[in-house]
């Protein structure tokens, strides 16, 4: 593959937060046909397309298309394309129905490694070249998401899911041999390439206390290890919650008493979420990874995006496939906006496309590396187009102004937009023949 590589387009990325409702901002970079210039994987700077590159630099030309840091998405489940799109239950009864029976078939090997293959290859035909993933309870799950990630180069957050009760037989494990193997997968994995380790406890009902202070010990044991679980996602889950932990003030609280709280804690969903707990957010640094296709199909409710950032809160943004039904980011993007205007606010394409990429970058600690076009950032990118279809192709033409034509854009587009997808450079997907293939 070329060590230099020049891809003309239309670059669009941010350098800051975007303010709420803002639809004109600084924070927002726009540079219409420039040359993206990658060398070795990472971003080595930017020019006016009328500016060729010096000779010697591979060079794509994409005039016309939008060229887009790779989408991060913060919380998604590798084994629920199985039960994407499943009918009729609320969160509880989801779990049972669909998500237990599906997540056991991943203690085969085999089926492990297909689905993680099939998992990854999903991912970048959306699109995303970053996320946070839950696996199953079984290590082989968690081993076979690193590998297939470790060999596409791309950055991966992901552990072993904690569960010793409340939970189907093949589905649970204990307190000594999940350490064991959360140690294991640590020292083999954590830090391998663009690989990193999450703690990763399913929720609180399913981890006893003395798992939960296991997973805190773990935390604290390895310096750099992330966190992921799920809190007060449904009121239901809620109540449930507080019958089972007393002592605890809040389903956050139950978290921040077992040592999980910290900066490198993504905790998604966060529906009902007091003045209290966001204070907790803001004061660990934990972040919100915000559902909001998932919570509209299990009608779990309208998380409050505004008033957790104004607490201090960090959200991002993230598809929790498969209780949300497409790995699509701009499909989450748009359920997003769906759910602040249910409460009488209005998300701009800004604020969306910040928490998909810089801001979920930053969240994660990872804002040095990826998320934008700094140079010196691995380069993770798509190239997108503007529109696939005529009705969007005349509502381009006639948009007004950036945001109307971008914010349409994501309304608009799906994965038939995707022209090609980039991890540090290379080529992991390219649309051929109107048809995502994946690069071999």
Not at 277 to 302: E, V, Y
């Amino acid at each position: 593959m070329p060590r230099r590589l020049a891809l003309r387009g239309d670059l669009l990325d941010f350098t800051a937060t975007p303010e709420w409702g803002a639809v004109d901002t600084p924070a927002l970079r726009w540079r219409p046909d420039h040359w993206l210039l990658v060398e070795d994987g990472r971003v080595a700077g930017v020019q006016p397309g009328h500016q060729p590159p010096p000779e010697g630099w591979q060079q794509h030309d994409h005039r016309g298309r939008l060229i887009l840091p790779g989408f991060i998405d913060t919380h998604v489940h590798s084994p629920q394309l199985d039960v994407i799109g499943s009918y009729g239950t609320e969160l509880l009864d989801w779990l049972n129905t669909y998500t237990f029976p599906a997540e056991s078939r991943f203690a085969d090997r085999a089926e492990a490694e297909a689905g993680a293959a099939r998992f990854v290859d999903a991912l970048l035909a959306q699109g995303t070249t970053t996320a946070v993933v839950f696996p199953t309870v079984h290590k082989v799950s968690a081993e076979a998401l690193f590998a297939e990630a470790h060999r596409r180069g791309m950055r991966l957050v992901t552990g072993k899911v904690l569960m010793d009760r409340h939970a189907p037989d093949n589905l649970r494990d204990d307190v000594v041999q999940a350490e064991r193997d959360c140690i294991d997968l640590i020292e083999r994995w954590h830090g391998r390439g663009r690989l990193s380790y999450a703690v990763t406890v399913r929720f609180a009902p399913t981890s006893t206390p003395e798992q939960l202070a296991m997973a805190g010990a773990l935390c604290a044991a390895y310096p750099g290890l992330y966190m992921q679980t799920h809190v007060a996602e449904n009121r239901d889950e809620v109540r449930w919650v507080h019958e089972l932990f007393p002592e605890a003030r809040s389903y956050l609280d139950v978290y921040a008493r077992a040592g999980l709280m910290n900066e490198r804690s993504v905790l998604a969903h966060g529906i009902w979420l007091d003045d209290g707990d966001r204070a907790a957010l803001r004061a660990s640094g934990a972040q919100i990874a915000h559902s909001p296709s998932s919570n509209l199909f299990l009608g779990s409710g309208l998380f409050d995006w505004r008033a957790t950032e104004a607490a201090g809160g960090a959200v991002s943004l993230a598809t929790d496939v498969g209780g949300g039904t497409s790995l699509s980011m701009l499909r989450t993007m748009l359920d997003a906006y769906k759910v602040q205007a249910m409460q009488g606010q209005r998300l701009t394409a800004w604020k969306a496309l910040h928490a998909a990429t810089l801001g979920a970058a930053q969240a994660l600690g990872l804002g040095d590396e990826i998320g934008a076009f700094e140079p010196g950032r691995a380069a993770d990118l798509c190239v997108w187009d503007w529109a696939a279809d005529p009705v969007a192709e005349r509502r381009m033409a006639v948009a007004q102004g950036l945001h109307e034509k971008v914010f349409a854009w994501i309304t608009l587009a799906d994965d038939r937009n995707l022209a090609a997808a980039y991890v540090q450079g290379l080529p992991q997907y390219e649309r051929r023949g109107g048809a995502m293939a994946a690069v071999p």
